[in-house]
């Protein structure tokens, strides 16, 4: 008997959200790498609701594409409706939401895939981890087959010993009817890998042909789009959009739901992983939000080329008829035919406190892991991580320092620090609330903040970094310059300010000034200043966001400043807590089972106090003379 | 140099006299000193190690003269811009200048950390270490012990009602920020200005209460002891002037512990009176009774009263043996009486000093209330200091909040974007956890996902 053989620098384990960005990063990085799926039919694949983006995960994508990601560029290509969520709300909390073509967005992400150099996709399912000497030295596929490596990227999402569930039928899959891979967790588990087994749930896919959309509210996209690669023409993504639909639930569902309770694998007791609280099924908030009698549904189409429509907020693990009895009480869905069920996912994951924030395993070299594996949920959540491990993986072999994004730069440094920090409990969503600095990580300046480190670690392109730097270089000309302007009380001014309800100044006035008005802004003024030079739309939107909120600006950019000095105390990953007796004992117990990478990260920590903090700090003095 | 922020406490023992010294260390204590200092001079422009005259200031008026000794970086202790004011007014002074100096944007140092600050930076010799970290965790359990110890019941309560209305509106304005197609903002702000307004209000009411000391329960803890009818509450009437407590001469009359805050010849005392200690079936006595042995340890001083018109017994045997190791005087009480008990004898056989006393004819009286002072000025008995910090701290914690809050109803005004206003909202609600001892967590998070249905 022969077997297959092969060598390459990176695996990556999984061709999801995560899994094609770690892929993709390390090949462009210029390692050779291989990327297993265990269907060349999924590569990409949205199995749950069909949005990119939307609160917090829009930044996200920015954030991604702004270092050199893919996710942004392959929704450009790929949406069919566009919205910039809270746009009546503060800069920091707008967030792009895209309609996707769930089919052209997979098959175009795996045709990039296919097309990049240095990358092989290839299907198979990967059963076990060669771990030599607590160091990756490769992974064995199902059929037998061998392949060396020197780093593995597990990206495995919802697939480890998955098991769908609906009523009483329990199917042993993944999401779609996909083969689960039910061989991993033992290869982990015999590493000494610590599992967590998590539940998510999606709802039923209807088709558009049995749908009575006259009963509904129409939701239009945004016109101009804008789109969410910072690398896309705005003039490339004006396309014709496709509508949603807004129904509502109503006593008669919540009437089923409640009849069938018992019914439901979630409250029988079948299922046995944490299912996430924000994205809760509809048996959930019947139950948990009992005063509601009604819960908001979003018609979503899933592609041009089907009729299938996701009935989002809707989610479920009721039995079959049971979904169509309940479904069908929905105004507009009272003939409804359902093309797939509904149903709730159950899978191995882990705890990701075991990473460092590189996303590579304290414990074992060269292993490391990305997206739902890590205990997180969502497309963009998955992807950020997986961009990460792929670069760090990357460093690590081209002997390179990780990149490390920290809570002050980026989203996607709160993602990672919050889940190898914090021990998560149920699927890990972003939200803007989780962002302490958030009036600086906004979503329009995602490229300003990143495609420096983006570049550094010669992912992002020359090109694009170079725009990048004449972007910032004309903001600050732009707000220097407008803070020197002086506006006297003539006669167009008045006028001006009298259009837009603003009150007329009685002498002389900063431009500034007029510009923090809330009923102002930098565009508005701009007949009264003849001087300004012309600029690009997303210049003029920085120049007008950092002098209307300036005051709010410098109080987060002082406060990261004290972040960061906490942040550079590294702690020596040999120290041992037992030594240090003023600790306190939960403390040390923390300590020592997580082993922070630095002081802030120890200071994040629950159950470690900030005396516990100043104990170690002096401590840490003492060490330095070792 | 490892810290940047200012941070200030009082660094004198708070009972002795009107003199204390406040001391300020950290890069901006000069430009916050000189915000609050009327001299011949600004501090910025005088030498370091200098003494400088003159007032500090509150809106133009004058708090306390003082002598302020400057000692720039790096010849001071921790090795910042040090700055210690030599205060003169007394206690209340202490605390006015303290709280300018945190409106001005010094903030209460932590237990210990002006060494931690001489140690971190290089000040103190890393052979120290051991006892430096022992210093912070202890200071700071002690710290911790007193902040729950003083908060009562309700106060904390308080605390834990505002917290939750201001995580509440957090998690709202949230909610509707993460699923805006859900829930709508409209007129909002209208409605949380109401709100804040009234936190605002009650914020007040707890800074109110702070600085008039209803809370601080500040000086040397005073406890009278004695067994049933031995005229301990006689004593707390006698020494407070005042009928605080139920005097009759039936035994038992005292069945919880009652508290009073006086002061003798400067010295601040809190006095505590005691049930009666003996042994007893009365469950409600007992509970008393236990309460009242369950002081002693907290006590800093103890008067013990001893009824002379009868002889000793049991139950005085059995006290004085719970508190031979504290600092103790012995009142020989009802001295207008016929006694049965000499003060030679008493003196003898416990070592400890002994008053022959009568609440009747104020007998002893004087000769008790400077025995007090003169312990007290001698260093004999001592107040707890933590217990001062800890407030001032509290009351920091509380004046930051307000703050906070305050800047919320300025957005309000500004019409900034609902999403500024959480910004100072968790600012609020993570001072006010600081004075409940409440660590930091998810929950916001937490909040948002328990209160809000969220999700498509």
């Known amino acids: ?626 | 140099m490892y810290h940047s922020d200012t941070i200030c406490a009082i660094a004198t023992s708070m009972n002795s006299s009107g003199i204390g010294i406040i001391r300020v260390s950290g890069e901006e204590s000069i430009s916050i000193v000189d915000s609050i200092f009327r001299g011949k001079n600004k501090l910025a422009d005088c030498d370091t190690h200098t003494i400088q005259y003159g007032h500090i200031v509150s809106n133009d008026e004058v708090i306390d003269e003082v002598l302020i000794m400057l000692m720039k970086a790096p010849r001071s202790y921790t090795t910042e811009d040090t700055i210690e004011i030599d205060c003169h007014g007394g206690v209340l002074i202490l605390k006015k200048v303290l709280s300018l100096l945190i409106e001005a944007g010094a903030r209460i140092a932590e237990p210990g950390e002006f060494t931690k600050r001489a140690f971190l930076n290089g000040r103190i010799d890393l052979s120290e270490a051991e006892s430096v970290m022992d210093l912070i965790s202890s200071n700071s359990e002690l710290a911790m012990k007193n902040s729950i110890k003083q908060l009562s019941g309700s106060l904390n309560k308080i605390i834990v009602d505002l917290r939750d209305k201001i995580l509440y509106e957090t998690a709202f304005i949230e909610s509707a920020l993460d699923d805006p197609e859900h829930y709508d903002l409209t007129d909002y702000p209208e409605e949380l200005r109401d709100k804040v307004n009234d936190m605002i209000g009650r914020v007040d009411d707890l800074i109110d209460s702070f600085n008039s000391g209803h809370i601080l329960k500040e000086g040397i803890n005073t406890l009278i002891l004695g067994k049933p009818n031995a005229g301990k509450s006689s004593l707390l009437n006698t020494l407070s002037r005042r009928e605080r407590a139920i005097v009759t001469d039936i035994p038992g009359t005292t069945r919880d512990t009652l508290e009073e805050q006086i002061t003798i010849n400067g010295v601040s005392l809190n006095i505590i009176d005691t049930a009666g200690i003996r042994e007893t079936d009365d469950i409600v006595e007992k509970i008393g009774v236990d309460k009242a042995l369950d002081s002693i340890d907290d006590a800093d001083l103890i008067l013990f009263v001893i009824d002379s018109s009868r002889p000793l017994d049991e139950n005085d045997e059995f006290i004085i043996d719970k508190i031979i190791d504290k600092k103790v005087i012995i009142l020989l009480n009802k001295s207008d009486l016929e006694t049965k008990i000499s003060e030679e004898e008493i003196c003898n056989k416990y070592n400890k000093p002994v008053i022959s006393f009568s609440s009747v004819s104020l007998d002893g009286l004087k000769t008790l209330e400077s025995k007090i002072t003169d312990m007290f000025f001698s260093g004999q008995v001592k107040s707890d200091d933590t217990l001062y910090i800890t407030n001032s701290r509290q009351a920091g914690c509380l004046t930051n909040a307000k703050n906070s809050l305050s800047n919320v109803l300025n957005s309000i005004d500004n019409m900034m974007p609902e999403d500024f206003f959480s910004i100072d909202l968790m600012d609020a609600y993570n001072f006010l956890g600081e004075i409940t001892g409440e660590t930091i967590d998810d929950d916001l998070a937490n909040k948002i996902f328990s209160e809000f249905c969220m999700g498509k």
Do not use: W
């Open chain 1, 1 to 626: 008997m022969s077997h297959v053989e092969e060598s390459y620098d990176v695996v990556v384990i999984g061709a999801g959200h995560a899994g094609c960005e770690a892929a993709l990063a390390s090949a462009r990085m210029g390692l050779n790498t291989i990327c297993f799926t265990v269907s060349m039919d999924s590569v990409a694949m949205m199995p749950c609701n069909p949005n990119i983006g939307g609160s917090s995960k829009g930044h996200l994508v920015r954030e991604l594409d702004a270092l050199g990601g893919q996710m942004g560029i392959n929704i450009d290509h790929t949406f069919i409706q566009s919205k910039m969520l809270n746009s009546s709300k503060g800069p920091a909390v707008h967030s792009l939401r895209a309609q996707a073509d769930k089919a052209a967005y997979s098959q175009r992400m795996r045709k990039t895939m296919q097309d990049t150099e240095n990358l092989t996709l290839r299907q198979a399912e990967v059963t076990e981890l060669i771990i030599e000497d607590r160091k990756v030295a490769g992974v064995k596929t199902l059929s037998g087959a061998t392949y060396h490596c020197k780093a593995v990227v597990i990206c495995t999402g919802t697939y480890l010993r998955a098991r769908c569930l609906y009523g009483d039928v329990i199917e042993h899959n993944g999401p779609n009817g996909l083969k689960a891979a039910n061989h991993l967790t033992d290869s982990l588990l015999a590493n000494n890998v610590e599992m967590n087994r998590f539940k998510t749930g999606t709802p039923a896919r209807i088709d558009s042909n049995s749908i009575d959309y006259s009963k509904m509210e129409i939701q239009l996209g945004d016109n101009p789009v804008v789109p969410f690669s910072f690398s896309t023409k705005r003039e490339d993504v004006q396309i014709e959009q496709v509508p949603c639909y807004l129904t509502y639930t109503n006593e008669k569902t919540h009437e089923i739901i409640r009849a069938n309770l018992d019914r439901s694998p979630m409250y029988s007791g079948v299922i046995e992983g944490t299912g996430p609280r924000y994205c809760p099924s509809i048996e959930d908030k019947v139950v948990r939000f009992a005063d509601k009698n009604r819960h908001q549904l979003f018609v979503e189409p899933e592609g041009l080329n089907t009729n299938e429509m996701y009935i989002g907020g809707m989610s479920s693990s009721m039995p079959e008829d049971v979904q169509y009895a309940m479904y069908r009480t929905v105004p507009g869905l009272e003939n409804c035919k359902i093309v797939r069920n509904a149903y709730a996912i159950e899978y191995d994951c882990i705890n990701a406190t075991q990473l460092k924030a590189s996303l590579e395993f304290k414990d074992i070299d060269g292993l490391f892991a990305a997206g739902q594996f890590n205990g997180s949920s969502g497309y963009e959540e998955a992807a950020a991580q997986g961009l990460v491990a792929g670069i760090n993986a990357a460093l690590k072999l081209l002997e390179k320092e990780p990149m490390i994004l920290d809570r002050s730069n980026s989203y996607i440094g709160v993602l990672i620090d919050d889940l190898v920090t914090k021990e998560t409990k149920e699927p890990y969503r972003m939200m803007t609330s989780r962002a302490e600095y958030r009036l600086l990580l906004r979503q329009d300046n995602a490229d300003l903040r990143l495609s420096k480190i983006g570049y550094h670690v010669g992912l992002l392109s020359k090109e694009r970094y170079d725009h990048v730097v004449e972007k910032e270089r004309q903001i600050e000309e732009e707000v220097a310059r407008v803070k020197e302007i002086n506006v006297g009380a003539r006669k167009e001014v008045q006028a001006l300010l009298e259009s837009y309800g603003s009150i007329p100044l009685s002498n002389g006035i900063k431009l500034v000034d007029l510009i923090r008005r809330p009923e102002l802004d930098y565009d508005k003024l701009a007949p009264i200043d003849p001087e300004r030079p012309e600029l690009s739309d997303e210049v003029r939107e920085e120049v007008n966001i950092y002098i209307k909120y300036e005051g709010y600006l410098t109080r987060q950019a002082k406060q990261v400043e004290q972040f960061k000095k906490l942040e550079s105390k590294v702690i020596p990953q040999n120290i041992d807590y037992e030594d240090v007796s003023s600790l306190r004992l939960e403390a040390r117990q923390k300590l020592t089972k997580l082993r922070p990478a630095n002081i802030g990260q120890a200071s994040r920590i629950s159950g470690v106090s900030p005396a516990d903090i100043s104990v170690l700090l002096v401590y840490l003095e003492t060490y330095k003379g070792y």
